[in-house]
């Protein structure tokens, strides 16, 4: 028996809409659109956020679910929704 996966369940998502608590391997980094993000995805990846780590949301602040607390190995991290954004993952 052969069993499929509905198109696009292997596609990676931004790191601000995963689920929390859900486990997720870090793909790689949107193209950043200008000097500001730029500075943000060199931080991200200087902190850790590299392809194959892996990560999860661990809590949403409030109001609006901002910042957001990431777990990156075994260490914690309060990123901004937009910095997150940047992250891309794909959900385990």
Not at 21 to 38: I, L, T
Not at 49 to 66: N, S
């Amino acid at each position: 028996m052969i069993t499929t996966q509905p198109p696009g369940a292997d596609a990676p998502i931004r790191l601000d809409q995963l689920a929390r608590q859900v486990r997720a391997e870090v793909v790689g980094m949107n193209v950043p659109q200008d000097d500001e993000e730029r500075s943000v995805a060199l931080r991200l990846l200087e902190i850790g956020f590299l392809p194959g780590e892996q990560v999860r949301v661990i809590a949403h602040g409030h109001p609006g679910h901002d910042p957001l607390a990431v777990r990156v190995g075994h260490t914690t991290f309060a990123l901004r929704r937009h910095e997150a954004a940047l992250i891309q993952v794909r959900p385990l």
